[in-house]
Each structure stands twice: as C-alpha cells, then as structure tokens.
C-alpha cells in the first residue's frame, strides 16, 4: 500500500535523501522505523527517569509507560533524566506516526494522538530494554498498513486469559493493533450470552483433542477485562462468532437452531430457513456488540459447503428457496449471509467475513474481507474490483499451525510450509499485491488455528518468532526492510522473549519441537 502523501511523508522523504547513510548505525528495533539516525553521543539511564507529559489525555499511556519501565528495573526519578511525551496537532494524516528525539540530557517523544505517543513509548522501551544506554538520536516513523493484526482460535484449544494478555503485551511491543478472536467453532463455544446461558454450560464442553475437556470459556467480566486491557495498549480486539458453519458447539446446546451437517462435520450448520434461528443469532450478536466497542463483528462465513448437505432436506429450507426463488445451496447461504450482516449494521458495526462472502452480495462499503484462500488469488482480485476493503492473511505464508521448519514434525503443510523468513518478505513476494497497489487493501493478520496447538509451550514456538516478522512485513515499508538486519534485531528481541519465559522458535539454534 502506498501511504498517503501528507506533511510527515514530505519532510520524511526529504531528509531521507538528504542525510540517510546505509552505513549508518541503527537502533535495534522491530519493527524497523521509516527514519532513524544516530548523532553519535549517548544518554545514561542508570540514575532513572521522569515522564513530563503536557495532556491528561496522556494519562493511560504515561501509567503503562511507568509500569513498563519498572518491568526493565529502572527507576522513576524526580532526578532522573526527563521523558518528555508532547501531543500536538500537525498536518499529519496518519494518527499512527511519532517522532522521537534522544539527547544528552532528555528524551522527546512526540506524536499527534495517544496512539503515536504509545508508538513512540514503546520503541524507547524497546532500547531501554537492550541497555540502559541509549545513542542520541532521531526517528521519524508511521506505519505502512493500518490494520496490523493475530488472530487466536480458542475453540479448539482454550489458552485462557494470562496467555491473552501476555500475547497483547507482545503485539503492543511489536505494534500490532489487532487482535481477532475466533471464539466459536466446532469443538467449543469460548464466549458467556446471558440469554442464552447452555452456550457456555454445554457447548464450551470438550476440545479438539478432548470431546469430554470440561467447559472452559470466558465470562463476560472477564472479556471486559481483556479488551480493556488491550485497548490500552492500541489494540483493537474483533470478535468471530462464526456462521452459519462452524456451529457444531452451538447447536449442541441449542439444536433447535441446527441446519444439520455432514458425516464428518455434523450439526455444522445453522438452519437458514427458520425464522427463529435469525433472532437467536441477532439476540447472541446484541450481546456481542455490547461487549466489544470495535466497530468490526466478524461473522465467519467460511467453509459451509462441509456441512450443508442436509440443507436439501429440510422443509424450511426448500420453502425458503421457493419464496426467494433461491437456484441452489450457495444462494441460500448467501441469503443467510446478508441478512445476519444487516444485523450486525443493525447495531452500527462493520461486517467481518471470509474471502468466500464476496460472492454473496454484500455492502462493499460496509464489510472487511479477509482474503485467507492463498490457492484462489482470483478471489482476492475479485474482492478488490468489487470495492471491498481487504486484509490479507493467507494461509500461505500468515497460518502460523503451518509448520516454520522442515524438520518440524506436527503442523500443516501445502506443498511446503511457512518458515518466518517467508512471513516477512510478505506482502511484496504476492504477485497479485504487486500488480494491484491498492488503497483497499488494509494490512495484513497472521492466524493461528489450534488444532495442533494444545500448550502453551507449543502456542510460543508456533507464534512468537513470526509475529516479529509479520510485524516488521506490516509495518516497515519495502525499501526499509532488510532480512539480514532483520535478523540481528530478531536476537535482541529473543532476550526480551526469555523475559517472559516465552518458548520462541530459534531459527538459529534449533531446540526441541513441542509436539502439543
């Protein structure tokens, strides 16, 4: 995506080729700025630091900022060298960028929204976190995509809230800014509705590895606490209440809402031709909107042709398709697809949905596609004429269950695998983004489906080592990105993984695959 000419592009492009030397020293920061330069002299942590910042509005960030700083055993100073945070407005365009300025005696982290102050804060915490010597210096920086995002499936394997938010602390030292959650799907439904209390009682029941796992889900105090949580750290959190396939946890606990399956998927569909099953799933998508203050519902959409066979014999199905002169099963789906996205506009949200939506008619101004068929480029093409905004997380190389090495053992493969060094020359090696540099297409989201994945050992191994590259892919624009800086900075950010005690993949000492 090309970013928008604006006033921070034209004064960045001019001191690119004024001063910007290859050769220079850079910071160790992933993801890499748009401009950096270093002048040669150092700023001391060792005595602690103060944030001054000149906006209430500040406030959350200052608070995490402190808290994070206490986290690198430095101490907050009335002495100590002073962090200024300055919010301003400018003729920036993009509420994403800042500007950092590190001298001898202080710091200035400067930005025209919370967001680019939080971006700022978060490259010093990134330096402070490889030594309590920083080079003075300047970065200028804005992101090249604006929806920069992971997507966790809990339904199969359920992780819980601490592993969420270690996982939002990653994305927010990495500057990810979304997080998609995929909380319904066949083995489990993940998520507390009220109205509807059996969701949680019997279909949170069972995993994919264990059909009799006892139920595990979130409350809704819970889910409160998590986009809180993530909001605070720039992280706009969508939800995935997937339909009308993918239902098999549903129905168990409401079968009268069941369209039936197939042998291997069964109960997989929700029943298109029953009224009542419309304002069930509004009733369930009410509570959801209440929830999650993104303006984004993702209602799935995805592989329905598993388990709709049965739809053929179902008189409320074959009545709907003679009152709405409906030719065949993929326009009923279609149908059903369109009336659950007029709920969802209904509450004054966006629809979310997979790349097979595009078929089915849908509000082009209204929806986000999420492309993920990587054997169908046609579909992402056709996405794009058809006027859909676009985020591209194709299953190769963003399906981070694919196994990253060719000795792994567990994962998927399609004819070949994801190893990170793929993540991060993407999106620039898809051919179809090369020759459509469209303002359509949003960014780019990593999905980790968890059939595979049943630890929390095993989620860091499959994760951690690619969400930085995928990071560094949506956020460093393509004349910036190098993979063998890429990879020095790839070993600073593993001290700060061993920090966490997270189990990361280590392309460069090959350690012990855990195999769940």
């Known amino acids: 995506m090309n970013l928008k000419l604006n006033f921070f592009s034209m004064m960045l492009a001019i001191i690119l080729l004024s001063v910007c030397d290859a050769s220079a020293e850079k910071y160790q920061l992933i993801p890499a700025p748009a401009y950096q330069i270093q002048t040669g002299s150092s700023l001391s942590l060792e005595n602690g630091v103060k944030i001054i910042s000149n906006d209430k509005r500040l406030d959350s960030v200052v608070d995490l900022f402190a808290d994070k700083i206490s986290e690198e055993d430095l101490r907050l100073e009335e002495s100590g060298i002073p962090i200024h945070f300055v919010l301003y407005k400018n ?64 339904s199969r394997h359920f992780f819980g809230m601490e592993k969420v938010k270690q996982l939002l602390d990653v994305m927010m030292y990495l500057k990810l800014n979304h997080f998609a959650w995929h909380l319904t799907d066949e083995p489990a439904w993940r998520l507390a509705i009220r109205s509807y209390p059996q969701l949680t009682t019997i279909g949170a029941r069972g995993s994919h590895s264990n059909a009799d796992a006892p139920a595990r889900f979130y409350t809704q105090k819970e889910i409160k606490e998590i986009v809180a949580y993530a909001a605070k750290r720039g992280i706009t959190v969508i939800p995935e209440i997937d339909m009308p396939g993918h239902a098999t946890a549903a129905n168990r606990a409401y079968p009268e809402y069941s369209g039936g399956g197939s042998k291997k998927h069964p109960d997989f569909t929700f029943n298109p031709g029953k009224q009542e099953t419309y304002t069930y799933l509004t009733n369930i998508l009410a509570e959801v909107a209440g929830l999650f203050p993104a303006s984004v519902i993702h209602l799935g959409g995805d592989e329905v042709h598993y388990g709709n066979e049965e739809w ?101 493969r399609w004819n070949g695998y994801n190893p990170y060094e793929d993540v991060y020359h993407f999106p620039d090696s898809l051919a179809q983004f090369n020759a459509q540099q469209s303002d359509l297409i949003r960014g780019v989201q990593a999905n980790l489906w968890t059939e595979t994945v049943q630890s929390a050992e095993r989620f860091d191994y499959m994760v951690y080592t690619r969400l930085a590259a995928m990071a560094e892919s949506a956020w460093t624009s393509p004349e910036t990105k190098d993979i063998t800086s890429f990879n020095l900075r790839l070993k600073e950010l593993f001290n700060y993984y061993d920090r966490l005690s997270i189990y990361y993949y280590n392309p460069f000492y090959k350690q012990k695959e855990p195999v769940k």
């Open 91 to 154: 003729y920036q365009e993009n509420d994403e960028s800042y500007s950092v300025k590190i001298e001898k005696e202080a710091i200035y982290i400067s930005a025209n929204s919370e967001k680019g102050i939080l971006y700022g804060a978060v490259s010093i915490l990134q330096l402070m976190h490889n030594s309590t010597q920083i080079s003075t210096g300047e970065i200028m920086d804005e992101p090249r995509f604006s929806y920069r995002g992971f997507m966790l499936d809990e």
């Open 312 to 412: 053929q014999k179902l008189e409320e199905v074959q009545t709907l398709m003679k009152d709405k002169n409906l030719a065949d099963l993929k326009e009923v789906e279609s149908y059903f697809v369109r009336r659950m996205a007029d709920s969802i506009q209904g509450l004054g949200k966006v629809v979310g949905a997979w790349d097979e939506t595009v078929d089915g008619d849908l509000d082009a101004s209204n929806t986000l596609i999420y492309w993920w068929r990587h054997n169908l480029p046609e579909q992402l093409e056709r996405s794009l004429a058809e006027g859909f905004p676009t985020v591209l997380c194709p299953r190769r190389p963003l399906y981070f269950d694919f196994v990253q090495d060719s000795t792994d053992k567990v994962g998927r």
